[in-house]
C-alpha cells in the first residue's frame, strides 16, 4: 500500500469533513479564514484538552493521535515517566488516571480530558517521599532505575487494586512491568511492605 | 551504602538520554535500514522522502567526510551502507526533520532495489564456505591425541545455544550538539564513550579532541551498548555537523531489536574422555561462532569462549578450536559473559551425556573434577582456585543430599508433574582479555569548600559503579560521603576511556580513583604535618578531622583543605592505574590473561508440568566468592539480576530470524524476557568471603557477569527433570530450553509419530 495516498487522504477527509463541522461550531473570524483549507484542517487536527496533572490544572491544545506518554514527554517536559517500547509491552511508562494504573504510551492524551493524571513526579510532596519510594529506596528495588517509576506507579496501584495480598499475587500483578537488570526480589520486598504498613495509597 | 542514584530513581529525576532538555532547534534523526539481508543496492530512492513535511536533509554513504566505517576490532563495517547491504537492518540513510514522527514518516518513502544475494544465517553453513571474520584459533593443553588411549570411556555430542537480546530497557541513542570551531559535544547512551569518540573522529575525519562524549547514565547496557552505541553517535554527529543543528535520534524499540546485534549464538561439537574414576582425562571441543555480517567484538568474544571452556574443571588435555563464522545477521556483539557461558554450556552438556552414558550423576563427574590451586588452566594461567570451596559450602550449607531426596520423593509421588536439581559451578576470568585494555583513569579535584568531585572513565549503567567509586573516595579521604559527587563520564575530563565491561570496572576505575586519593591526601597530610610540627606519619585524616599520634587536633577537613589551598598546594589529582603482571602471548595462546578469578556454585531445583512442558524455578541457592565485598548490597543485586539474566538466556529468551535473515522475535510480544512471574521462587545467595589477596578494588571482586552462569544450571535443572518423566528421553542440548521443547522432549515417541 502506498503510505503517501493513504495520509493526504486522511488529511483531505479531515479538511472537508472539518470545513462542514466548522460552519456550525468555529468562530466567524475563522470561518473568514476558511477560504485557507490548510488553516481549517490545523485548527481541527488540534482538540482542547483539560486535564489535571499532579495536582495542576492544563488547559491544552493537542493532536488527537498524540498519546498519553508523548504529551507528558515530549509536551510537559515531565520526562520520569519512561517510553520502554511504546506498545504496553514493558510497563515503564505506567501512570495513574482517576487513581487508576495505564499505560500512558496505550493511551491517548484527549482520553484523560476532565481526569485527574498522577506521574511518578506527582508522588513526593516535595522532600518527603511516597511510602512507595521509600521502599523501593530501602529494599534496593533497582539497578539502573530505567524502569523504576514504572514500577512504582504499577506498585502502588497494584495495592489500590488489592492484589498485593500475597507475594504470589504481587509477582502475577506486577508481571507486566519488565526490569531487564533483575531486582525483581527487591520490587516484591518493597511492595509487600508498603502493603503491610497498611498505609492509605 | 545505598545506591547513590537511589533518591533520583525512585522520583523519576535520574537524567537518561532522552530526557536531557534539548536545545532550541533540535532537529531528529531516524535511519531507513536495509529490508535485504544480502545484496548488492541497484538504486536508492529519496526522492518522495524528501518531499514529506518536515524533511530537513537525507544523508547516505556519500555525505561521509572521512572514513565511511565503525568497525573496531577489524575495518569491517560501513556506518550507511554503500554499495552492499550485510543485514537485514543494516542503516542505509539517514533522515533528518523537524519532529521524530516527521523523520520517521519520511524513512517510509524511501525505496531501495536491492539484487539479492545468497543469504546464510548457520554458522556452521559459513565455516564450510569459508565465510571466516578471523582465522580460527586453538587453546591446547597437554596432548589429547594421545590422552584418548589412556580413556575408559569417551563420549561425542553437539550443541546448540542460542543468541538473546539485550533489551536494555533504555533504548540505543545519541544527542549531538554542534560546538564553536566545529567542535561537538555528544550525549551517548554508550559503555564506550571514548568508542563513540574515536569512530565519529575517524567518520568525520576531525581530531579526537573536538569530540566530546558525555553521559550521565545508562537505562541498561549488558554488553549492547559497548560498542554498538558508536553507530547512532556517529550518525548524529554527521547530521549535527553538516546542519550546523543538534540532531537527536533515540530508537524506537522495534529499530533496535531490528538493527543492533545480539548474544553470539554458537554451535559446538565435543568429544569427551573420562577414566573409571570419573575423571575427566581429555576434552575436545570446537566452536562454530555466529559472529553475524561483520567483526565488532566477535573475535574478542570468541578468545573468551576458548578462556572458558573448561568452566571451573581442571582437563589434563584440552584441545579447542573456535571459528567466528560470518552470517548476514546484525553483527553479533558483547552480551554480559562475552562469550564464556557459551563455552561452559558446552562442558556442562559433555558432562551431562558422559553422565548419562555411565549412568551416574552428573554431579559425581562435575564434584571430581574440580580445579584445585596450583592447576593449569588451559590457556598457561595457572589457578588460584576456590572452586572446591564453593562448592563444599553449597552442598554442607543447603544440604544437597536432602535436596536430592526431596526430589526424588517428589518424583516417586508424581505422575504429570516432575522436579529437576542441577549443580552449576562457575570459574570466570577477570580483566579484559586484550591487556592493552586493562587501563583507566580518575580525576579527583577537592574544592576549597572541602567538598569533592571525581570523574572516572567508568559509565554507571545501574551496576553501581558510581557507588563504589563515591565508597572509595569517602574511604581514602575519611569523610562524609555527602561531600563527594560522582560526575558524568566525560572524554574531556578523562581520557581514552577502555568500554565499561568486562566485570572489571570498579576495579580498573576504582584502583584510579584511589591512586588519585592517596597522592591529595598524602599532599594535604604534609600541609598538616608542617603545621603541627610533627612527622608526616604521626598525621592521620579521619572521620573529617586531623589527627596528631592519634589525638584529634581542631583541624577539620575544611580547614586543612583551606589552609593547602592558602599554602597553593594542589588539590587535584589526575590518576592512572593499570594492574600489574598481566599478558597474554598469542602466537602461542599461553599468559596470564586474568588478574584472578572469580568462582561459585549454585543448586537450582526446578519443576515441570509434564502435561504442558510449563516449568517454574523453585529455588536457587548460591555460594558465591565475592572476595570481601565493599558494598553487599549493590553485589547481591548483580547476582541475582545476572542470574535471572542467565535462566532467561537458558530457558524463555527465542531469538528467531527466518532463512532470509529477518528477525521475528522483534518485539517484546514476540521476544519473552523474564518478567516478576517467572523468576525462581526462592534465590538464596551465601558470601564465600576470603581473605586472600586479590587485585580487586578493597578486596572486593568483580561480580558484573560471573553470576549469569549459574542460569545454565536451570537448563540441566530442567534436563534432569525431564529424564525423571522419561529415562529414554533424547534430549538435545539445545538451548533455550522452552516450553515448547520441553514438551517436545517429554513425548519424544508422539512427536515421532506425528511426523
Known sequence: MDTTNKNEGRRDFLKKSTALAALTIASPALIKAGDNDEKIAAYFEKVPLELEINGQAYKLSVEPRVTLLDLLREQLGLTGTKKGCDHGQCGCCTVHVDGKRINSCLSLAVMSHGKKVTTIEGLAKGEELHPMQEAFMKHDGFQCGYCTPGQIMSAIGCIREGHANTAEDVREYMSGNICRCGAYPNIVDAIMEVKKGGKQL | ?755
Open chain 2, 1 to 755: 551504602m545505598m545506591n547513590i542514584d537511589s533518591y533520583t530513581h525512585v522520583r523519576g529525576e535520574s537524567v537518561y538520554l532522552d530526557d536531557i532538555p534539548l536545545v532550541n532547534g533540535t532537529l531528529f534523526a531516524s535511519v531507513f535500514d536495509s529490508p535485504v539481508a544480502h545484496g548488492k543496492i541497484k538504486s536508492l530512492d529519496i526522492d518522495a522522502a524528501m518531499k514529506m513535511p518536515g524533511v530537513v536533509r537525507i544523508f547516505t554513504a556519500a555525505d561521509i567526510p572521512g572514513e565511511n566505517q565503525i568497525g573496531g576490532i577489524i575495518a569491517d563495517e560501513e556506518l550507511l551502507a554503500s554499495t552492499h547491504v550485510h543485514f537485514c537492518g543494516m542503516p542505509v540513510a539517514l533522515v533528518v526533520a523537524t519532529s521524530d514522527e516527521a523523520a520517521k514518516a519520511a524513512v517510509k518513502k524511501i525505496k531501495i532495489e536491492i539484487d539479492p544475494l545468497p543469504v546464510i544465517t548457520d554458522p556452521r553453513e559459513a565455516k564450510e564456505k569459508n565465510e571466516l571474520i578471523i582465522p580460527p584459533r586453538t587453546f591446547q593443553l597437554g596432548d589429547t591425541t594421545a590422552a584418548w588411549t589412556q580413556c575408559d570411556y569417551i563420549i561425542e555430542g553437539s550443541t546448540a545455544t542460542n543468541g538473546q537480546e539485550h533489551l536494555y530497557i533504555e533504548t540505543q541513542g545519541a544527542y549531538a550538539v554542534p560546538q564553536e570551531n566545529s567542535a561537538i559535544r555528544i550525549y551517548s547512551s554508550t559503555q564506550g564513550p571514548t568508542q563513540v569518540q574515536r569512530t565519529t573522529a575517524r567518520v568525520l575525519n576531525i581530531p579526537m579532541n573536538f569530540i566530546e562524549v558525555d553521559t550521565t547514565r545508562l537505562g541498561g547496557g549488558f554488553g549492547g551498548k559497548e560498542d554498538q552505541a558508536s553507530a547512532w553517535g556517529a550518525m548524529c554527529a554527521l547530521a549535527a555537523w553538516h546542519l550546523k543543528k543538534p540532531v537527536k535520534y533515540s530508537l524506537h524499540r522495534m529499530e533496535d531489536m531490528r538493527m543492533t546485534g545480539k548474544r553470539h549464538p554458537y554451535s559446538s561439537d565435543f568429544k569427551i574422555g573420562l577414566n573409571k574414576d570419573y575423571k575427566i582425562v581429555a576434552y575436545e571441543v570446537t566452536f562454530f561462532q555466529n559472529a553475524g555480517a561483520a567483526a565488532d567484538l566477535s573475535p574478542a568474544v570468541m578468545e573468551r569462549t576458548l578462556f572458558h571452556c573448561t568452566n571451573s574443571y581442571f582437563i589434563p588435555n584440552v584441545k579447542a578450536t573456535a571459528y567466528s563464522c560470518k552470517t548476514n545477521l546484525p553483527p553479533n556483539t558483547a552480551f554480559r559473559g562475552f562469550g564464556g557461558p557459551q563455552g561452559m554450556f558446552v562442558i556442562e552438556a559433555a558432562i551431562a551425556e558422559a553422565a548419562a552414558a555411565l549412568n551416574v550423576s552428573p554431579i559425581l563427574i562435575q564434584q571430581k573434577n574440580l580445579l584445585k590451586t596450583g592447576d593449569e588452566f588451559p590457556y598457561g594461567q595457572i589457578a588460584q582456585s576456590e572452586a572446591n570451596e564453593c562448592w563444599d559450602k553449597a552442598v554442607n550449607l543447603y544440604d544437597l543430599q536432602k535436596l536430592q531426596q526431596e526430589v526424588d520423593a517428589y518424583n516417586n509421588n508424581n505422575k504429570l508433574s516432575k522436579k529437576g536439581l542441577a549443580l552449576m559451578p562457575i570459574c570466570f576470568g577477570i580483566s579484559f582479555t586484550k591487556t592493552l585494555m586493562n587501563q583507566a583513569r580518575a580525576l579527583v579535584h577537592v574544592y576549597t569548600d572541602g567538598s569533592v568531585g571525581v570523574s572516572t572513565a567508568g559509565v554507571e549503567m545501574g551496576q553501581g559503579l558510581n557507588t563504589k567509586i563515591l565508597q572509595v573516595a569517602a574511604s581514602i579521604f575519611s569523610i562524609n560521603p555527602e561531600r563527594i559527587k560522582v560526575n558524568t563520564t566525560n572524554t574531556y575530563r578523562v581520557a581514552n576511556t577502555s568500554p565499561t565491561a568486562a566485570s572489571a570496572s570498579s576495579d580498573l576505575n576504582g584502583k584510579a580513583t584511589e591512586i588519585a586519593c592517596v597522592a591529595i591526601l598524602q599532599r594535604l597530610k604534609e600541609v598538616a604535618a608542617e603545621e603541627f610540627t610533627a612527622d608526616i606519619s604521626s598525621i592521620e585524616v579521619k572521620e573529617d578531622c586531623v589527627f596528631v599520634n592519634g589525638k584529634q587536633t581542631d583541624w577539620s577537613w575544611n580547614k586543612l583543605v583551606q589552609a593547602a589551598f592558602v599554602k597553593r598546594v594542589s588539590l587535584s589529582e589526575h590518576a592512572h592505574y593499570a594492574p600489574p603482571g598481566i599478558w597474554f602471548d598469542t602466537t602461542k595462546e599461553k599468559g596470564h590473561p586474568f588478574t584472578y578469578h572469580v568462582y561459585g556454585t549454585a543448586i537450582t531445583t526446578v519443576t515441570i508440568d509434564c502435561l504442558r512442558g510449563i516449568y517454574e524455578v523453585d529455588s536457587v541457592k548460591i555460594v558465591h566468592d565475592f572476595g570481601k565485598s565493599m558494598n553487599p548490597i549493590i553485589d547481591i543485586g548483580q547476582c541475582e539480576g545476572a542470574l535471572v539474566q542467565g535462566i532467561g538466556w537458558m530457558t524463555m529468551e527465542e531469538m528467531l530470524y527466518d532463512k532470509e535473515g529477518k528477525l521475528k522475535s522483534n518485539a517484546l510480544s514476540t521476544y519473552k524476557v523474564p518478567d516478576i512471574y517467572s523468576v525462581p521462587k526462592e534465590i538464596t545467595i551465601h558470601f564465600l568471603e576470603t581473605e586472600k589477596e586479590n587485585l580487586a578494588i578493597f578486596r572486593s571482586k568483580a561480580v558484573g557477569e560471573p553470576p549469569l552462569m549459574y542460569g545454565i544450571g536451570a537448563y540441566f535443572a530442567l534436563f534432569n527433570a525431564i529424564k525423571a518423566f522419561n529415562p529414554a528421553a533424547n534430549i538435545p542440548y539445545d538451548a533455550p530450553m522452552t516450553p515448547e521443547k520441553v514438551l517436545m522432549s517429554l513425548y519424544p515417541q508422539t512427536l515421532k509419530e506425528n511426523k
